[in-house]
Nanobody
């Protein structure tokens, strides 16, 4: 059974850092793409970052480029999203997802089949 579980969210001050984790079960994270999305109150869910089965193939939204880093630990079957220099506008529920089969990243929700339950990130002073 394919499952994704996010963790690591919380309350952080502007300029601070958080590391989100996406623990996978039922498949190997090195065999497929894992994407991170976020949804702020009243807004549509948007793509943040993605790492494909090719570890050199990573995607970042313009809004997080240079501040967020996606990585993968195959031994833990987990994908991480390191978020630095956080801003108020980064406040959202963050989700990880996988297409499970294509191995390719997509900036569209439609490119993903399995989703985690989400973890809240709040950036506030």
């Amino acid at each position: 059974q394919v499952q994704l579980a996010e963790s690591g969210g919380g309350l952080v001050q502007p300029g601070g850092s958080l590391r989100l984790s996406c623990a996978a079960s039922g498949f190997s994270v090195d065999s497929d793409a894992i994407g991170w999305f976020r949804q702020a109150p009243g807004k549509e869910r948007e793509a943040v970052s993605c790492i494909s089965s090719n570890p050199e193939d990573a995607y970042y939204a313009d809004s997080v480029q240079g501040r967020f880093t996606i990585s993968r630990d195959n031994t833990r079957n987990t994908v991480y999203l390191q978020m630095n220099t956080l801003k108020h506008e980064d406040t959202a529920v963050y989700y990880c997802a996988t297409p499970l089969g294509s191995g390719r990243c997509s900036s569209s929700e439609k490119g993903y089949t399995y989703w985690g339950q989400g973890t809240q990130v709040t950036v506030s002073s």
